[in-house]
Structures are given as structure tokens and as C-alpha cells.
């Protein structure tokens, strides 16, 4: 749509308004109707759900590979209400719903609260973070690099879209939603990724052109950053290669995938990469040579791979912004079953709707704007022109020190969860005198509440393809009994498999590779002590890689039975 602005000359106060006008000054606003700001947050929302429906069958399957495309589903439009399981969707309603319940200002304290007392699984920053506030480590510190290895990740990257949705033309509330929201789990880059996505959003309600939404976004993140110099690539390598995205593709697998100085604290640095950097280049591929086409623009940041249902769904819920519900293809909206909740909120379709047109007018307002109605009674949101003013760049291998922030007793009394800040508090409460050691942080390693029937369960992982993380204990075997060391254990989902090795003083007793079968089941194991009768002696369980793909290792039970 074209851009409205109107310029208004007012001394004093502007009737109806919250702006301030000094005498003989001149703001220039942005005018956009109520409908028409309904109908592009609608089909915002519309184009997350369509791009993470129709990735979601290929996430993670290809890594530092390009899906074929006879591998690509086809869209159907029944895979519309696939969405409502979809942590893409409901994490980020949660951070909707703190600022419906104590305002569009809650505080970030109070947010981190509501993070924290969230029921679902979560994996990677989000999980660390809100691990840290269940632990009494307050906002921002959650989400410092010293307490979470994972701040670089795609978290808030996947999240941010409401930022954009709730903000439309304002990228100063932008980023002061990630600084609110993004630093309950990520730091750094992980941040910046979340807000230029907001940003893009917050451009596309008044701009159709996807290099000019890029180029706008860009301002709101720090120039000196990682992230900024990748956005900056992906223009120019569009320039450069304007009709053949593989070529891009090709280029940022070897500077965002390949060249390790861009990877600094990514929580794996095999094929796999969750890094919001990488995800972030796909993200624009698909906007980029998507050519304003729904379907082109989803299928080719679908097909970059890596997290290939979250990157579409950035990708399509921007550009479908700039096109409006009204003009969305039949096939993205006529299924949509409106009545569903999304899982682990308050939220339908339209409920969602509302809540972020209710954030969006205290936006408006807060920004310095107001809202008026024409002669009709037709509201439209005037918004003042904002230069975005990104802070300083943070950088999570290189981050300035903590805030030492801790949430006060009355506060941690508000938090209903409660979590092991370290693996080995983990390991200490669930089997008491084991130590752990080079355990890796790739699939949630730590303790799960379920798992193929069985809860409370450990999780480890190999620190590295050749580091096997390490349970150990040193006991004294009675005499005169027979002693067993008793082990209930399984392996990943879709052919997990892992070598488990026993050894005792330093001599191997057991080697066995656990899985490879699509759906995992507990193996119940004993090894014989007996012969260590009356000595002391030190037992080592491995968690072993063997061809480095899903590798951890399910714990159910660990225990040494004398009889």
C-alpha cells in the first residue's frame, strides 16, 4: 500500500491526541485504518501458520543440504490446522498474553515470571533461559551467555513476529520488545535476529517492496553485529545472483555454516545448525527470490533447510503482511478452523486477533500517537515516524559482564516450577552419588518428565564425537553378596542410537549400541559385580558417539542391587 503520512503543524496539545507538539514543530505521522490494520495482522498470522504447516514435514531433515525439490510436500489446505500444536506459534502467546494481563509496559521482571510458569517443552535458549528464571536467575542475566550456552540460537528469532504484528510502523517498540521479551533467552545476535524479524513486520504495514522492508528492518539492529553483516550479504549476494538462489545458498553455506568465526557459540558445530544467523539468511532467501509469490517464497526458504519449518514461517508471515487477509489465496484461509485453540494458551484465531489489536492501540498511543475516527466512524491509527536507535552491540563470545539480577523471595514464590541449574544437581537428585561429566548440550540433555511411558527420566548426550559424556561413581562392593549394577535405558526417536560402555577400575565389562530402530524401547541390562566383592571400585557408564546423529541417551533407572 502506499504510504500515508501527514504532517501536522500544532502548538500545545493536538486535540484528541497524546502528542506533544512544540510550537512551529513539524512530526510526521503515518495514517493507517483500523481495517486495514486487522486485515494485514490477520494475514500475518495467516502466513506464519501456512510457512511452519508446510515446512514442518522436512525439519531438520536436510542439514547444510538443499532439499531436493520432488522432496518438497505439497500444500494442502487442510494442513492450515496443524498449527495449533505448534511451539512457533503459542510460545510467543505467551508473551502476548503477560502484556494483556498487566499492559502493553509489563515489566520484564513480571514477563520472565510468566516465561518461567509456562507448562510446555521447550528446547535450546528457550529452555535454558527459562530454566535460569526457575531458578531464581532474574531477567536479564537468564539469558547471559554465562549461564546459557545457547544465546545465539534461533529462539527469539522464531518468536519475535509479534513484535511487528503488535507494532505497526513503530521499530523503536520493536526493539523494546526484544530488549523485554529476547533477553528472557537469548543475547547478542539471538536478540538481533528476533528484532529485525519485528522489524520487517512492523515495515510491511506500510511497504510493499521486500528489499525496502529488509533495508528498513536492517536499521534496527546494531550495523557492527553479526547478524547486520548478514543481512547486508544476503542483499548484496541477491544483487550479484539475482535469477539463482542456489548460488546464494552456496555462498551462505560457506561463510554462515562453514567458516567457524561465525559460529562461535553455536551449541553444535556439526551439519546442524539451529545458529539464528544462518536461519535468518534463509529467512530473506525465500523473501528474496520469492518474487512476492506465496507459494515460491515459502517453498524456497523451505527448501535452504537447517530449521525448514520456522524459517518459512518468518519468511511467509512477512510477506503475507504486505498482501492483507483479503488477498490471501483461498487455499491458506478456507480451512482454517477458527474455533481451535492454540495449544497452552487462551487463544482462537480470533480471540488472538483481538488481543493484538487491543496491544496495538496502547502501542499507538505509547509511541506518542492516538487514534481517531473520520465522519463515518471509520478508526485510523496515527502513528509518528520513528528512527530506530538499536543499543550497542553485544556479542555472546565476547559479552560484557552480568547484571547479577536474581528474582527477590517474594517474586520466586510467584514461580510454580522449579528446575536443576546444572546437569549435575540434575544427576545428584536423581541417582545420589553419581557424578556426570562431557555431557553435551545438543537435545535438551538434563532431566525430561516423560518418555515412551516412563517418567523422570535423565538425558545425556555426548559432549563431542569423539568426548563421551561420562557417569561415574566410586563404591565399596559388600562382601559375600552377589552384586548387580541394574540399567534401564533407550535411545532417540526416528533411529537414534548411541554405544553404551561399561567399565570398572578403567576395564571394559559391556559395549553394546542401543537403537537404530525408528520407535525407541526400554532395555533393561545387568552387569555382574560379584567379583569386585569387598573392594573399592570406580564404575564408568559412556555415552558414546557412534555415527554422531541423535545420540543421547535415555536414563530411566541406574542402580546397584546387592543380595
Excluded at 546464494?248 to 562453514?258: F, H, L, N, S
Amino acid at each position: 500500500m502506499k504510504k500515508n503520512k501527514i504532517h501536522l503543524i500544532a502548538i500545545g496539545l493536538l486535540a484528541g491526541s497524546m502528542i506533544s507538539l512544540a510550537s512551529a514543530q513539524t512530526a510526521e505521522l503515518r495514517k493507517i485504518s483500523l481495517a486495514e490494520y486487522r486485515d494485514k495482522m490477520k494475514a500475518g498470522w495467516v502466513g506464519q501458520i501456512a510457512g511452519v504447516c508446510w515446512g514442518g514435514p522436512t525439519e531438520f531433515k536436510w542439514k547444510a543440504a538443499v532439499i531436493p525439490a520432488e522432496k518438497m510436500p505439497a500444500w494442502k489446505p487442510e494442513m492450515i490446522n496443524n498449527a495449533f500444536k505448534q511451539d512457533d506459534l503459542y510460545v510467543e502467546m505467551t508473551f502476548l498474553r503477560s502484556m494483556e494481563e498487566h499492559g502493553f509496559d509489563v515489566s520484564q521482571r513480571q514477563a520472565g515470571i510468566d516465561f518461567a510458569n509456562s507448562g510446555y517443552k521447550l528446547w535450546h535458549a528457550n529452555r535454558e533461559g527459562r530454566k535460569n528464571l526457575r531458578c531464581g536467575i532474574a531477567p536479564p542475566d537468564c539469558s547471559h551467555p554465562q549461564f546459557n550456552a545457547h544465546a545465539d540460537d534461533i529462539d527469539y528469532q522464531i518468536e519475535a513476529d509479534f513484535s511487528g504484528l503488535i507494532a505497526p510502523g513503530m521499530p523503536g517498540a520493536v526493539i523494546e520488545l526484544g530488549d523485554k521479551f529476547g533477553r528472557l533467552m537469548n543475547y547478542g545476535d539471538g536478540v538481533y535476529g528476533g528484532v529485525f524479524i519485528g522489524a520487517m513486520y512492523a515495515a510491511a504495514f506500510f511497504e510493499n517492496d521486500v528489499e525496502k522492508i529488509i533495508a528498513t528492518a536492517l536499521q534496527s539492529i546494531p550495523a557492527d553485529s553479526q547478524y547486520a553483516e548478514m543481512v547486508r550479504d544476503m542483499l548484496q549476494w541477491h544483487r550479484e545472483e539475482p535469477g539463482d538462489w542456489e548460488k546464494t545458498w552456496r555462498k551462505v553455506e560457506k561463510k554462515y555454516q562453514d567458516n567457524p568465526r561465525y559460529r562461535r557459540v553455536s551449541c553444535d558445530t556439526s551439519e546442524y545448525n539451529i545458529d539464528a544467523k544462518i536461519n535468518g539468511a534463509y529467512v530473506l532467501m525465500g523473501l528474496l527470490y520469492g518474487e512476492d509469490d506465496p507459494d515460491k517464497t515459502i517453498i524456497i526458504s523451505t527448501r535452504c533447510g537447517q530449521d525448514s519449518d520456522c524459517n518459512p514461517s518468518s519468511a511467509a508471515g512477512v510477506l503475507f503482511t504486505t498482501l492483507g487477509f483479503a488477498r490471501l489465496p483461498a487455499r491458506f484461509t478456507e480451512k482454517l478452523d477458527e474455533s481451535r485453540e492454540f495449544s497452552h494458551t487462551a487463544y482462537n484465531f480470533p480471540l488472538l486477533v483481538n488481543v493484538c489489536e487491543k496491544l496495538a492501540r496502547q502501542a499507538v498511543v505509547g509511541a506518542g500517537g492516538h487514534i481517531e475516527k473520520d465522519a463515518a466512524g471509520e478508526e485510523f491509527f496515527i502513528i509518528p515516524i520513528q528512527k530506530p536507535q538499536p543499543g550497542p552491540a553485544l556479542k555472546s563470545w565476547m559479552p560484557g559482564p552480568p547484571a547479577n539480577s536474581r528474582y527477590t523471595s517474594a517474586e520466586r514464590a510467584q514461580i510454580k516450577y522449579s528446575e536443576f541449574l546444572t546437569m549435575q544437581d540434575a544427576v545428584s537428585h536423581w541417582c545420589p552419588g553419581w557424578i556426570i561429566a562431557d555431557c553435551g548440550l545438543q537435545m535438551n540433555s538434563g532431566m525430561q518428565e516423560e518418555f515412551q511411558g516412563r517418567r523422570n527420566i535423565l538425558l545425556t548426550h555426548p559432549k563431542a564425537r569423539d568426548v563421551p559424556c561420562v557417569l561415574s561413581r566410586e563404591v565399596i562392593l559388600p562382601e559375600g553378596k552377589t552384586t548387580r549394577l541394574l540399567l534401564s535405558i533407550t535411545h532417540a526417536r526416528n533411529g537414534g542410537d548411541w554405544d553404551l560402555v561399561v567399565r570398572v577400575n578403567q576395564k571394559e565389562l559391556l559395549r553394546q549400541t542401543i537403537g537404530g530402530d525408528k520407535k525407541p524401547a526400554w532395555i533393561d541390562l545387568a552387569v555382574d559385580l560379584s567379583s569386585y566383592a569387598g573392594k573399592k571400585i570406580q564404575i564408568e557408564l559412556l555415552n558414546q558417539s557412534n555415527d554422531w546423529k541423535r545420540e543421547a541417551a535415555y536414563w530411566s533407572r541406574i542402580e546397584i542391587e546387592s543380595r
